[in-house]
């Protein structure tokens, strides 16, 4: 039996949108405010894709930072897994679209769809074809444009999302040599599918224009299980993750940006300082799939990440699903 490969992040990179969307743009038409806002999410602000601009054009332009760090081209590529909840179309896979727009005419390419896990999906699918040998270099995604299925009428939901992309290059790790994989989780539970859904769009209840008007294509939440959920899967995955290491060998953090305050209360039942933990909610609210890669770029690019270290990455969204990653850096 052949060896398992390991293997590392080669390179990572993040795209956020131009249009910055403070939280005074829901005073224009909602009985909220600024402060009621913040209070209740951590979130001043977040950023909206352009009309123009679709799910795959957010995720070339994250996947084009990360091959440059990555320092390789798109052709050297062999997969793309690109996690999303918000394709360019039902057919054909937003996957299928950035391996065209990119040029990576030697990549197989294909989605995953596990909402706000979406990218340790992608992130653990690609781990699992380089360590199986099926692959040698592969593209995770994570990716949203959420902007178009909030209903801006529900106050509760519209002024948590927002849009964005982050990717990884993944690589044997004796080629990169930074970011190895140590360990991987992925888990669901599909009895609380109604705390964060789409009611219609799907082939159980298509698109009509009774459907479209009741706004059921819009993003649904209970705010209260989602709460109790995330802030018990958060902690409990990272205790799992770290469970055989020291502590001290922690640099970083890197959770899903779904609310402040689930964050902070993971961190009080972890009895963890905010030090360790890389939090940017505030600048570009929840992201979904992309939460994660972008704060991934965030925290390489701004040195937060000590050489040698532990790593731990861990989301939960829809589904329910939830994932995590430890990696050494």
């Known amino acids: 039996?052949?060896?398992?490969?390991?293997?590392?992040?080669?390179?990572?990179?993040?795209?956020?949108?131009?249009?910055?969307?403070?939280?005074?743009?829901?005073?224009?038409?909602?009985?909220?405010?600024?402060?009621?806002?913040?209070?209740?999410?951590?979130?001043?602000?977040?950023?909206?894709?352009?009309?123009?601009?679709?799910?795959?054009?957010?995720?070339?332009?994250?996947?084009?930072?990360?091959?440059?760090?990555?320092?390789?081209?798109?052709?050297?590529?062999?997969?793309?897994?690109?996690?999303?909840?918000?394709?360019?179309?039902?057919?054909?896979?937003?996957?299928?679209?950035?391996?065209?727009?990119?040029?990576?005419?030697?990549?197989?390419?294909?989605?995953?769809?596990?909402?706000?896990?979406?990218?340790?999906?992608?992130?653990?699918?690609?781990?699992?074809?380089?360590?199986?040998?099926?692959?040698?270099?592969?593209?995770?995604?994570?990716?949203?444009?959420?902007?178009?299925?909030i209903d801006e009428k529900e106050r509760g939901s519209c002024i948590l999302f927002g849009d964005g992309a982050g990717a990884a290059v993944l690589a044997p790790h004796d080629e990169c040599g930074q970011g190895e994989i140590l360990r991987t989780k992925l888990g669901a539970d599909g009895s609380g599918y109604e705390f964060i859904h789409m009611s219609a769009g799907g082939s159980k209840r298509p698109a009509t224009h009774e459907t479209v008007e009741a706004g059921e294509h819009f993003i649904r939440l209970k705010g209260r299980e989602v709460y109790r959920f995330a802030v018990k899967y958060m902690s409990s995955l990272i205790e799992e993750m770290m469970e055989t290491h020291d502590p001290e060998e922690l640099s970083l953090v890197v959770p899903h940006q779904v609310n402040e305050r689930i964050i902070q209360a993971a961190l009080e039942r972890l009895g963890m300082s905010d030090e360790k933990v890389l939090i940017n909610i505030h600048k570009y609210a929840n992201t979904s799939a992309a939460t994660v890669p972008i704060a991934l770029d965030e925290a390489r690019r701004e040195g937060r990440i000590e050489k040698d270290k532990l790593v731990v990455l861990v989301a939960f969204g829809a589904g329910l699903t939830w994932g995590a990653s430890l990696l050494r850096w």
């Open 1 to 149: 039996m052949a060896s398992r490969v390991r293997v590392g992040i080669a390179g990572t990179g993040a795209y956020l949108p131009d249009r910055v969307v403070p939280n005074s743009y829901f005073e224009e038409f909602l009985d909220t405010s600024d402060e009621w806002i913040v209070q209740r999410t951590g979130i001043h602000q977040r950023r909206f894709a352009a009309p123009d601009q679709a799910t795959s054009d957010l995720s070339v332009h994250a996947a084009e930072q990360a091959l440059e760090a990555a320092g390789i081209g798109a052709e050297d590529l062999d997969l793309i897994v690109l996690g999303t909840l918000t394709p360019d179309y039902l057919l054909p896979s937003t996957a299928c679209l950035v391996q065209k727009k990119l040029g990576a005419t030697n990549a197989g390419a294909f989605d995953v769809n596990a909402a706000c896990t979406g990218f340790l999906t992608a992130l653990h699918t690609a781990e699992a074809f380089i360590a199986a040998g099926r692959a040698r270099r592969v593209l995770a995604i994570g990716a949203e444009t959420l902007s178009r299925f």
